[in-house]
């Protein structure tokens, strides 16, 4: 067989109008943290907090997307994508959450969107990307209902003020990670430790999503809304029912606490059990909340990055005899679990391992149990320790095949049958990675950090090419079946 031949055998195509983006998110990138009436934000608190982000980096100038917008356009035309997925910062809007508005924050925001559509890009706007206005969290954040109701605010004002210009908004952004990691483990802002208030967080941005989407709905006519889910293929490490009833239990924390209330409206049995006593936890739910919150939705955002191998606590020698490297704790230690790494899989910078073969399972049960409305694939990405070599390149080609395998495990999805129709790379831009600072560069852009200078990497041009092919070569991660 020719190579020609075997080329045209690995080329997958996808739809002739699927939407291909890139994203970010406000606190990573903006800067400009004082600028024209912004308040702080939960992330402006925590990042000042010694010890909280590495190196005691803070996003006060991030990537200075703040006043580089054109700039930064400038290279979404250059790749071609057809939409950008970016997120308004409520104290940049609403500075004390509650309150007056602050037009120079709604019009920073309309340069954007006016300035994506002279380029014939489609704004697709996350209306909470965790940087909670301080005030509100000062009162109670998100383990009070009042936030949420006060989120209802801030999303009527930016509709009224954007509506004309976006058609497809998104309500929260991984809400698993505002109220576990925010107020569970303290990994995030605001840095709590208490499971029954993360409990809580849980259900009030829930209902934030459902008091939102109709106000979105009444507000613009045509609106399409959504929610994006940080969602993870969670294995057990063996058959041993132990293991088995482990992976459910890390399952039903990430995944099914949201998917559940939004498709089936109702809280799955075994986590309502598990947490039953955890203070406020679950007692905060009123009537009504659940309709609410299951009210019909036209997408679902899907992030995925990793796969997630597990077994109980009390089984972690087994483990590491059956060769398995066991991790040393969990961040949630009600969950009574391990988790595993597979020795010789192929890690990012962040430790997770790649496995693109999890994206696929996790799309088909997704269809499976829960809905067939339309998926974007809104944030999928990975970390790797890129440098600028000596000729000025950036070849970071372990991020190249990475995205290959992800691609073609979502065609995978796509031939199955599951509704998939959009992908946007994480991140369009190196940026604050949460916690970890500057340390990890998502990007397909480097960002010099001390003079700001963008630079496309490989991945760029790779992807860019995807995108105008809307092909990819098709490549079997491991794991594959």
Same mark, same amino acid.
């Given at each position: 067989? $020719? ?228 969602? $993870? ?174 691609? $073609? ?73």
């Amino acid at each position: 067989m $020719s190579t020609s031949s075997n080329h045209s055998d690995r080329t997958r195509h996808f739809p002739p109008d699927f939407l291909w983006g890139a994203a970010t998110a406000s606190y990573q990138i903006e800067g400009a943290t004082k600028a024209d009436g912004r308040g702080p934000s939960i992330w402006d608190t925590f990042s000042h907090t010694p010890g909280a982000v590495l190196n005691g980096d803070n996003g006060d100038i991030a990537c200075d997307h703040y006043h580089r917008m054109d700039e930064d356009l400038d290279l979404l035309a250059q790749l071609g994508v057809r939409a950008y997925r970016f997120s308004v910062a409520w104290p940049r809007v609403i500075p004390e959450g509650t309150g007056e508005v602050n037009q120079a924050g709604l019009d920073f925001y309309r340069r954007l969107v006016d300035g994506l559509r002279a380029r014939d890009i489609e704004p697709t706007l996350t209306l909470y990307h965790w940087d909670l206005p301080q005030p509100l969290e000062d009162r109670g954040g998100w383990v009070v209902r009042d936030t949420a109701e006060a989120y209802a605010v801030y999303v009527e004002a930016v509709a009224r003020a954007l509506g004309d210009g976006v058609e497809r908004w998104i309500t929260l952004n991984e809400p698993w990670c505002s109220s576990w990691l925010g107020y569970g483990s303290g990994h995030h802002a605001p840095g709590k430790h208490d499971i029954g208030m993360a409990t809580a967080a849980n259900h009030h941005l829930l209902l934030a999503h459902g008091l939102a989407t109709p106000i979105l709905r009444d507000t613009i006519r045509g609106a399409k809304v959504g929610i994006t889910l940080n969602l $993870s293929d969670h294995r057990p490490g063996s058959d041993d029912e132990l293991d088995v009833a482990a992976a459910r239990r890390a399952d039903g924390n990430l995944n099914r606490l949201f998917l559940d209330p939004i498709f089936h409206g109702r809280y799955p049995e075994d986590m309502l059990e598990h947490y039953c006593n955890e203070s406020p936890g679950f007692s905060v739910v009123r009537e009504g909340d659940l309709e609410l919150i299951a009210q019909p939705l036209d997408f679902l955002g899907v992030n995925y990055y990793s796969p997630s191998t597990v077994v109980d606590e009390s089984r972690a020698t087994q483990a590491r005899m059956a060769g398995y490297i066991v991790a040393t704790g969990d961040q949630f230690p009600d969950l009574r679990l391990r988790g595993l790494e597979t020795p010789g899989r192929d890690r990012t910078a962040m430790d997770w391992e790649i496995q693109a073969a999890g994206l696929t399972s996790l799309l088909v049960r997704i269809r499976d149990e829960y809905t067939g409305l339309p998926i974007y694939i809104t944030e999928n990405g990975a970390a790797f320790n890129d440098y600028v070599d000596p000729n000025g390149h950036v070849l970071d080609l372990n991020r190249v095949a990475y995205l290959q395998e992800h691609l $073609s495990a979502m065609h995978d999805a796509i031939a199955a049958g599951v509704n998939v129709q959009g992908y946007f790379v994480w991140s369009l831009l190196d940026n604050f990675e949460w916690a970890f600072g500057y340390s990890q560069r998502f990007g397909i852009v480097w960002v010099d950090f001390p003079t700001g200078v963008r630079l496309p990497k490989e991945s760029f041009r790779w992807y860019r090419d995807a995108v105008a092919s809307n092909t990819v070569q098709y490549a079997r991660s491991p794991g594959s079946h």
